[in-house]
């Protein structure tokens, strides 16, 4: 709300400059008379203080915003690096309790749960350290196989039991950010599973160069379709979650210029395209 203030009274400040500018160029031609000389003299006078003017004016409003942000990240950057510290501990002293042979299958269930607990944290601090980066910095694009990422996806998921997942994929290899991509597929499936009824089938595959997911779930009514994209809008409120997770696939794909469609008809399914045909490899 400040910066917004600030915004307000620096453009006010601004223009207002400009006006008296224009106005003492008036007069200056008024009383020197309009030739060729008084005209570069008054045209440069101006430009050269609205840019000054317009810098200073730009710095006393950013500064603090920029020392903001930059004390924000160093604060984050810090929480994140001692989050790493307790999460490897862990995930070393699992490690060695199992390969101990003096457990219990109980006790060893146990610690199957406490390693597959690290495993996910590790992978939520990874996309912490990766959405940061992201924000500052551009992220390197790699090579993937298609096929091999959709697979582990869906090996995660099929572990909550809830769906049955049909793959038929070409593994073309794609030059992608991997890390986004591979969120990119989990927002996507995540929803047709929530969207979906326990047991029904997901069907991911590749058309050319599309690569679709087909649900059987809710459908999306025609009149929801046009904001599914924006931010906390949500198609089902009772269902759990912000409704950022197509807006975070949209932001993706246009960055990676992959072509994004969605078909849906209520209560019969979901059909998700994306087009993929300027991220695959050539050759």
């Known amino acids: ?38 005209f570069l003299i ?4 101006v430009l050269i203080v609205s840019i000054g003017w317009g810098y200073i004016l730009s ?18 950057k810090d929480i994140i690096h001692e989050l790493n510290i307790p999460l490897a501990t862990i995930t070393a002293n699992t490690s060695m309790i ?26 939520l601090y990874n996309e912490l350290v990766y959405s940061i980066n992201r924000e ?9 196989y298609l096929k091999e990422i959709i697979e582990e996806r869906v090996e995660i998921l099929d572990s909550f039991n809830r769906n049955k997942f049909e793959l038929d994929i070409c593994n073309i290899i794609l030059e992608v950010d991997k890390i986004g991509f591979e ?42 379709l046009v904001q599914i994209f924006e931010r906390y809008y949500q198609i089902n409120k009772d269902k759990d979650g912000e409704g950022i997770g197509l807006n975070l696939v949209k932001r993706y794909c246009d960055e990676m210029k992959i072509e994004i469609k969605i078909k849906s008809q209520k209560n019969i399914g979901t059909t998700i395209i994306l087009g993929l045909d300027r991220v695959i490899k050539d050759g």
């Open 1 to 38: 709300m400040k910066l917004k203030k600030d915004i307000l009274i620096a453009t006010i400040l601004y223009f207002s400059t400009v006006l008296i500018l224009l106005s003492a160029v008036y007069w200056f031609m008024l009383n020197n008379g309009f030739t060729q000389q008084n």
């Open 42 to 45: 008054s045209a440069g006078g």
């Open 59 to 76: 710095n006393e409003i950013l500064a603090p915003k920029q020392e903001m942000d930059e004390k924000l990240l160093h604060i984050t």
């Open 98 to 123: 199992k390969k101990s042979n003096q457990n219990s299958d109980k006790t060893l269930k146990r610690l199957n749960r406490i390693e597959n607990s690290s495993i996910r944290l590790k992978k």
């Open 136 to 144: 500052i910095k551009l992220i390197p694009k790699e090579e993937i």
């Open 183 to 224: 969120q990119m597929i989990d927002n996507i499936l995540n929803n047709a599973m929530k969207y979906s009824d326990k047991n029904s089938t997901i069907t991911i595959k590749t058309d050319d160069y599309n690569l679709l997911i087909i649900d059987k779930g809710i459908g999306i009514d025609e009149s929801q």
